[in-house]
């Protein structure tokens, strides 16, 4: 499932893929590969990237369920 919460966040913040990727320690590719859907971050990638971003974990990465 794409994380279009995270690009949004990503993009209000002005931040690239890559600036991101810098900011937490990984590649760039892995910041494409969660937006995408490709990959499962770990909860320790997870909270940097909401520290970055200044969001909530539930913000950017809680799976709403129907």
Known sequence: MKNL?????????DLSQQALADAVGVSRQTINAIE?????????LCIAICKVLDRTLDE???????
């Open 36 to 44: 995408k859907g490709d990959y499962n971050p770990t909860i320790r």
């Open 5 to 13: 919460r995270l690009k949004s966040a990503r993009a209000a913040k």
């Open 60 to 66: 950017l990465f809680w799976e709403e369920t129907e």
